[in-house]
């Protein structure tokens, strides 16, 4: 019977005698103990007294099986044995996990101690090849014979408890390590494993990004490698499940920082926003060639042009550095943003909850089975508690399983979920490595995913040009929307990317000022036509115009308006070149593929 047999959770502790400070088990101060139940004694001060330390235990078991998130035992249930508990009840679901190979442990050290903390502690295993942990190397796919079906909550509840046994009998390890490596600057080649890199966790655990010689020049760059036992994700061609693969670095933004994946230093070539992997197979970069003014290739062009801005056109190129908590997508939706008081609502629960409206056994793949929900289900266009009408975006925050929770009927309880809390001490578990694993998985290797972004950034697009334009300059009155001042597919790409970067500017009064100060500033265009009469020249002057200011807003809205030639762009290894030519800018040049949507 482990723990006494208490539902151990937050806020549990193991008292302290000494202070006089009863325990308190499973949300009960001082409870007395279960019938049968033994009880360790314990020294205190000198006199021994039968005083069990089940957190301490509990927490000691989860460091054996892998799970360091919870930080030193200490007896005392805070958040870090809270979010080990959830990354146990997460792993010890699935269907195969790590076993620790003891026999060939032992040939290597006959001597050393097996938990996982001892056993990463012992670094890089010499000559291996390709090379590898001591840690990883002890490691062996195993089928998980006693599958967690409960909830992901944090709560200690009688199944965790009987999969901890499980785990512990049968030297299961967490199917996931996540290690820091040092890579070669000449050879791009992992070299060793950095310093207290083995099995790392938290997203500020290793900081250093370089190692520089006496010289101060680069010698080493520090990266975060993952190898993966469990099984779980379907790897496309080309990869190889059972290898390490690189998952991404830590960076700083001001007084944040955090994991980073960037291309193609961090990212997989099968993970870029081609047409067949955004879309869908049927539409291939030969499709779009054959109808190259089609509705799905215009739109696709400006989608593309504003992704290789925003998450530089990857599905796996992931922010968790900045002060938005996880940023991603070609509109790098944002989870939320950080005031004082804590993160506000972000776009990207928004997209979570299309996800699951759109597939939902794919979304409970990619984020459900964790216990992630969007804090309100989808409606649909431009309706429901996610519309933000102001903004003209989708917008939530999220929740996670109760231990309550039945995960079979989650997706169709989202109400009765918690709300995570906003303080950032405690919605930084999503920034977490193990969960910064999860966000480039999903990007990586579920194409539903990947499609219901193509679905979620043309309904953006529908949105922004559907704001309605009332301008007046001088003697000439403009009215319409923005989709009927601005017809090409610069602008249109240029609008976009403005309303990422600041929806209000483009909502508000920023781009009426374009519209105003391009009349004022052309004169020779006759501006007293009908918006369905405008010609070239009008969309030249707007369209330059709105480049100009938006420029000055965001600097890089020039790379995007020059795309697919903008400086630096050879460098990131695309498959996508030029096959499809520049964006249009022409009148009506832009057709909106509104299939679906």
């Known amino acids: 019977m482990l723990y006494g047999n208490h539902n151990l959770q937050r806020g549990d502790s193991d008292g302290n005698p000494a202070a006089n400070q009863p325990p308190r088990w499973g949300a009960v101060v001082n409870p007395p103990p279960p019938a049968g139940a033994a009880q360790t004694p314990q020294n205190q001060g000198g006199a021994t007294i039968a005083i069990p330390q089940h957190v301490r235990q509990l927490q000691d078991d989860l460091r054996t099986l892998g799970f360091l998130c919870g930080g030193t035992p200490d007896g005392g249930f805070g958040r870090g044995t809270e979010w080990a508990v959830k990354e146990f009840q997460i792993y010890a679901s699935m269907t195969h996990v790590a076993r620790l190979n003891t026999q060939r442990f032992r040939q290597w050290q006959p001597n050393g101690g097996l938990t996982a903390p001892e056993i990463g502690a012992l670094g890089t295993r010499p000559n291996s090849t ?126 944040y920082g955090g994991p980073v994946s960037m291309v193609p230093t961090h990212t997989w070539s099968q993970a870029e926003m081609t047409p067949e992997r955004l879309i869908g197979p049927a539409t291939t970069l030969a499709t779009l060639q054959a109808n190259l003014n089609g509705a799905t290739t215009s739109t696709y062009r400006v989608v593309r042009a504003t992704a290789e801005q925003e998450c ?47 597939n939902r056994a794919s979304y409970l793949t990619a984020y459900g089975n964790f216990g992630l929900y969007p804090s309100s289900a989808w409606v649909g266009n431009n309706a429901g508690p996610l519309w933000n009408q102001g903004q003209r975006k989708y917008v939530g925050w999220i929740r996670n399983h109760i231990d309550s929770t039945d995960p079979a009927t989650a997706a169709t ?125 009008h969309e030249t002057a707007v369209t330059d115009q709105l480049l100009a200011d938006a420029t000055v807003v965001n600097a890089t809205q020039a790379h995007l308006a020059a795309w697919p030639t903008y400086p630096g762009r050879t460098g990131r290894g695309y498959v996508v070149g030029n096959e499809l030519g520049t964006l249009r800018t022409a009148r009506n040049s832009f057709v909106l593929d509104a299939a679906g949507i």
Not at 331 to 351: I, K, Q, R, V
Not at 352 to 358: F, P, R, T
């Open 130 to 255: 390709p090379p590898e942990s001591y840690y990883v190397g002890s490691l062996d796919q195993a089928a998980n014979t006693a599958r967690y079906t409960g909830p992901i909550s944090g709560v200690v509840n009688q199944r965790t408890r009987d999969a901890i046994e499980h785990w512990l009998d049968q030297n299961y390890r967490c199917p996931v390590v996540v290690e820091a490596w040092l890579v070669s600057r000449q050879t791009t080649q992992r070299t060793a494993v950095f310093t207290n890199g083995v099995n790392v966790w938290q997203f500020n655990q290793i900081t250093q990004g370089t190692v520089r010689n006496a010289q101060n020049q680069v010698v080493s760059y520090v990266r975060m490698f993952y190898r993966d036992f469990s099984t779980y994700y379907t790897y496309p061609a080309g990869r190889v499940a059972t290898e390490y693969h690189v998952l991404g670095g830590y960076t700083n933004y001001m007084t």
């Open 413 to 537: 309880a989202i109400p009765q979920l918690a709300e995570v809390d906003r303080a950032t001490i405690e919605a930084n578990y999503y920034k977490t490595w193990h969960w910064f694993f999860r966000w480039v998985m999903a990007g990586r290797t579920i194409p539903a995913v990947q499609q219901a972004m193509w679905g979620m950034v043309r309904m953006r697009l529908r949105d922004v040009l559907g704001i309605a334009v009332n301008v007046q300059a001088g003697n000439i009155h403009v009215t319409g929307t923005l989709g009927t001042v601005f017809t090409s597919e610069k602008a249109a790409a240029i609008l976009l990317r403005w309303h990422i970067f600041r929806p209000g500017h483009v909502t508000g009064t920023s781009v009426r000022n374009s519209i105003r100060n391009a009349i004022q500033n052309n004169p020779n265009v006759t501006w007293t036509l009908p918006l369905a009469q405008w010609t070239n020249a």
């Open 312 to 358: 530089m056109g990857f599905f796996d190129s992931i922010n968790a550095y900045d002060d938005a908590l996880i940023s991603l997508g070609p509109c790098h939706w944002t989870m939320g943003l950080y005031p004082a008081n804590g993160y506000d609502n972000g776009e990207l629960p928004g997209f979570l909850a299309y996800v699951l409206h759109s």
